[in-house]
């Protein structure tokens, strides 16, 4: 029943992006329009989704154990991705900008833009997102250190600048759904409908968003790459694999519960494709923006297949 959800959701979201390819190749969505779609949903929409699904969480003791382990297993499954993306540049000699670009998305998956939107709907208690968001909040510590630091062989970025990043509309918006969450505070129903229905748009918006990055650039060129395909590989199976394996062992042999739910999110956060934003920081640091996107196409496309494999080899193990 679980494995026919999450492929029809990856069907839908698949439609949804291919809308988004045709309207951006009829020139509906220009540059501009893409620019401020990313900005509404990243500052407008991402926010209400977050607060409305965080205040919506029943409070126990087993999601207060299961966000502490999510965020410990959520490093975990970002260390051992750094790892083995620096491993396998060292191993393919990829060089340079690209290779620094291989590293980081290797690192760095598309969590909120596709893991929102499918955790919203294989977990409507807002639970699944809950977890999601703490496997966000992680890999953005990510993002503005370890990321930063390997765009930045070639230009100089102060380390408050980096800081700085870290607080945006997102984190916000699950300090306060905490802050709620902890003192037993609700939205009020006259607000939080139109606020829901706010955040539910994130799901149509982003990918409306990945298409239009997917419809403005011609990535033939990625289908020859066989660095690309190690790098799905690594970031999309082995290494979730490998941490699903890891959570077993904590929760057979360390007596540590882990949810369901919970392992299902953060096992399948760590198998995300790689990450939109990426291709945008590495425009602004003078990387290798067009290898981002040709990694960004290609696993993209590789996730309607992975995504559902991933999903029914937890379930069984």
Same mark, same amino acid.
């Given at each position: 029943?679980?494995?026919?959800?999450?492929?029809?959701?990856?069907?839908? !979201? /698949? =439609?949804?992006?291919?809308?988004?390819?045709?309207?951006?190749?009829?020139?509906?969505?220009?540059?501009?329009?893409?620019?401020?779609?990313?900005?509404?949903?990243? &500052?407008?929409?991402?926010? /209400? !989704?977050?607060?409305?699904?965080?205040?919506?969480?029943? !409070?126990?003791?087993?999601?207060?154990?299961?966000?502490?382990?999510?965020?410990?297993? +959520?490093?975990?499954?970002?260390?051992?991705?750094?790892?083995?993306?620096? #491993?396998?540049r060292r191993i393919q000699n990829i060089k340079g900008k690209t290779g620094n670009v291989h590293v980081i998305h290797t690192m760095l998956g598309n969590v909120a833009f596709l893991g929102y939107p499918l955790f919203s709907a294989l977990f409507p208690g807002g639970e699944g997102l809950f977890y999601a968001v703490i496997f966000h909040l992680t890999q953005d510590i990510y993002i503005w250190t370890v990321g930063v630091f390997e765009f930045n062989s070639s230009k100089n970025l102060k380390f408050t600048e980096s800081l700085k990043h870290l607080l945006n509309p997102n984190i916000i918006a699950f300090a306060i759904g905490l802050i709620m969450l902890g003192l037993g505070l609700k939205i009020p129903k006259l607000f939080f409908d139109?606020?829901?229905?706010?955040?539910? #748009?994130?799901?149509?918006?982003?990918?409306?968003?990945?298409g239009a990055v997917l419809a403005q650039n011609t990535m033939f060129s990625a289908f020859k790459k066989l660095q690309i395909y190690i790098l799905g =590989?690594?970031?999309?199976?082995?290494?979730? =694999?490998?941490?699903?394996?890891?959570?077993?062992?904590?929760? $057979?042999?360390? &007596?540590?519960?882990? +949810?369901?739910?919970?392992k299902t999110v953060v096992v399948m956060q760590t198998a995300m494709p790689?990450?939109?934003?990426?291709?945008?920081? /590495?425009?602004?640091?003078?990387? $290798?923006?067009?290898? /981002?996107?040709?990694?960004?196409?290609?696993?993209? !496309?590789?996730?309607?297949? #992975?995504?559902?494999?991933?999903?029914?080899?937890?379930?069984?193990?």
């Open positions: 029943m679980y494995f026919s959800i999450i492929v029809n959701q990856i069907l839908i !979201l /698949a =439609f949804l992006a291919i809308i988004g390819v045709i309207v951006t190749k009829l020139k509906v969505i220009t540059e501009q329009v893409k620019n401020g779609i990313a900005i509404v949903v990243f &500052n407008i929409t991402l926010p /209400a !989704l977050i607060i409305t699904s965080v205040t919506n969480v029943e !409070l126990n003791r087993e999601v207060l154990s299961n966000s502490l382990w999510v965020f410990i297993i +959520s490093n975990i499954g970002i260390i051992l991705l750094y790892i083995v993306g620096k #491993t396998s139109p606020i829901y229905g706010l955040g539910r #748009t994130t799901i149509y918006m982003a990918m409306l968003y990945i =590989f690594n970031k999309m199976l082995l290494v979730p =694999f490998i941490l699903l394996i890891i959570i077993n062992i904590l929760s $057979d042999y360390c &007596n540590i519960h882990i +949810s369901n739910t919970a790689c990450m939109a934003m990426v291709v945008v920081l /590495a425009k602004k640091f003078g990387s $290798d923006d067009l290898h /981002a996107t040709e990694n960004l196409f290609l696993t993209t !496309l590789f996730s309607l297949a #992975t995504l559902p494999i991933l999903y029914y080899i937890i379930q069984i193990f």
